[in-house]
């Protein structure tokens, strides 16, 4: 019996990394999301030799930039006050290294919370270091919630003509939120596809190739509703794409 052909886009995730057990790890909800939709999902090594991450360029066909703690301000041309959290210089160094040269390279990116920021940022755009503090004179949303993790706790806007109103196929649906950062200036080349109703921005996407990141947690959340899946078709498509061309 022949094996059978399965040729699946390779779908390079970026790692979560714990300094004080020196262990790298993913939630398993990002590799389920990848391969449920046709790709073949792998954690990448964590690391910031530039040699390395240019054979990962190379070999994978797409890149899943996972959720994680702050973004060092350095990147965005700020200081960091005293509301930035928790830093992982590693992971901020391999995952904008691998935004811009993935991006160059034309490979499909997905950014997840802090995937996004990591998007925003690697192409020259800007961040708030934390919504409470900065953004003033109006209500804002609860974006840390205290809910399970699948549970939609606010509403988004979507924009039509965008990646993300194709998923949802509407114009406003309902998301989770684990963040108090979120995109501030938006990078050249980006534009904003949804906000929630306090004005902070929740996704954003390239014009004219895959680059798109979302301020939610779609990989906790399809399975209780499995239109937050779509997100993940569309860019396992957009890998294929790009592995055939």
Request: hydrophobic fraction near 40%; glycine fraction near 8%.
């Amino acid at each position: 019996m022949g094996l059978m052909n399965i040729d699946r886009p390779l779908i390079g995730i970026t790692p979560a990394y714990s300094y004080d057990e020196e262990k790298i790890y993913i939630n398993n909800g990002y590799m389920e999301s990848v391969n449920k939709t046709g790709g073949l999902a792998i954690l990448l090594p964590l690391t910031d030799d530039e040699s390395l991450l240019m054979d990962v360029i190379k070999r994978c066909d797409g890149f899943l930039v996972s959720g994680g703690p702050d973004i060092d301000a350095k990147y965005y041309n700020e200081n960091n006050f005293a509301f930035n959290g928790t830093i992982s210089p590693l992971r901020d160094a391999m995952d904008i290294y691998i935004t811009k040269k993935a991006f160059e390279a034309k490979k499909p990116i997905l950014g997840i919370c802090r995937g996004i920021q990591v998007l925003n940022v690697a192409m020259g755009g800007t961040l708030y270091q934390d919504i409470n503090s900065q953004i003033k004179g109006q209500n804002i949303l609860k974006h840390s919630q205290n809910a399970p993790k699948w549970y939609p706790i606010h509403e988004i806007y979507i924009e039509r003509d965008s990646i993300i109103w194709e998923t949802f196929k509407t114009e406003i649906t309902r998301v989770n939120s684990f963040h108090h950062q979120a995109v501030k200036d938006v990078a050249p080349g980006f534009v904003v596809t949804s906000k929630a109703a306090d004005g902070v921005i929740e996704s954003i996407e390239y014009v004219g190739q895959f680059a798109v990141g979302v301020q939610w947690h779609p990989e906790v959340m399809w399975k209780k509703d499995i239109a937050y899946l779509k997100i993940f078709e569309y860019f396992i498509s957009a890998a294929n794409a790009a592995k055939s061309d």
